[in-house]
């Protein structure tokens, strides 16, 4: 079945400097990919997510890749502020009902 | 337009008793999925259902978990003789389609289990 992992499990950056999270998929048949942000004691929340036919999407700070050669994509935040601190999953999907969610990453930006 | 409603959202239950959560999806959904979260780990897919119909339900133990989702009201995960093992964060996400082209999940705000 489908896996997909995510690296790293934990980051730390500095307030203004940028984060970068990354996942793999095994199956070459997904063709969708959600980002999710979860902070502490609610449920996660889509930030942002690319389907297959295009490599890169960007929105304010927050940007995703897509390799799909390589079947990896990539979650990048610019200029971190103190309120991205959460825990990100990345996800893939085939276009049918199920969803499969990276382990996650937790992310801390210091002040 | 309220979102993915779960309630209870903190339920303590001793060995052996029964857990029911549930779940009203977002209106105009008729999709809903259950996850379940073990601390500090990811989302495992468990259930999804369609109004009065199972459609998956691969990632649900075999024994003690079962899922509904009535034509009438929320969808219930029930779990019976809970386990401390059972203790987890369990999430539902609502989708307006399934099958066709990619899902959208929005979740609720989750129902967090605790088993003594």
């Known amino acids: 079945g489908e896996n997909v992992e995510q690296h790293p499990s934990t980051l730390s950056v500095q307030e203004g400097d940028s984060a970068v999270i990354k996942c793999t998929y095994s199956?070459?048949?997904?063709?969708?990919f959600p980002w999710y942000k979860q902070e502490l004691g609610k449920g996660p929340q889509l930030i942002i997510d690319i389907r297959s036919n295009v490599g890169e999407k960007k929105d304010q700070r927050i940007a995703v890749t897509l390799n799909k050669t390589a079947k990896h994509f990539s979650l990048h935040i610019t200029e971190t502020q103190p309120e991205d601190s959460a825990v990100y999953f990345c996800?893939?999907?085939?276009?049918?009902?199920?969803?499969?969610f990276g382990a996650g990453t937790r992310l801390f930006v210091k002040a | 337009n309220a979102g993915v409603m779960q309630n209870p959202r903190h339920l303590v239950r001793r060995r052996g008793q029964e857990a029911r959560l549930r779940c009203s999806p977002m209106?105009?959904?008729?999709?809903v999925y259950w996850y379940r979260q073990l601390p500090e780990e990811g989302l495992k897919f468990m259930v999804y259902l369609q109004k009065e119909n199972i459609i998956d339900e691969s990632g649900m133990p075999k024994e003690r978990f079962s899922a509904e989702f009535p034509k009438e009201g929320p969808s219930i995960l029930r779990i019976q003789q809970v386990v401390r093992g059972d203790s987890a964060a369990y999430f539902c996400?609502?989708?307006?389609?399934?099958?066709?082209?990619?899902?959208?999940?929005?979740f609720g705000a989750g129902s967090r289990l605790t088993v003594l």
């Open positions: 199956d070459s048949a997904s063709n969708y």
């Open positions: 996800a893939a999907s085939t276009g049918g009902f199920k969803t499969i």
């Open positions: 996400a609502s989708s307006p389609r399934g099958n066709s082209g990619a899902n959208v999940l929005t």
């Open positions: 209106k105009g959904h008729s999709h």
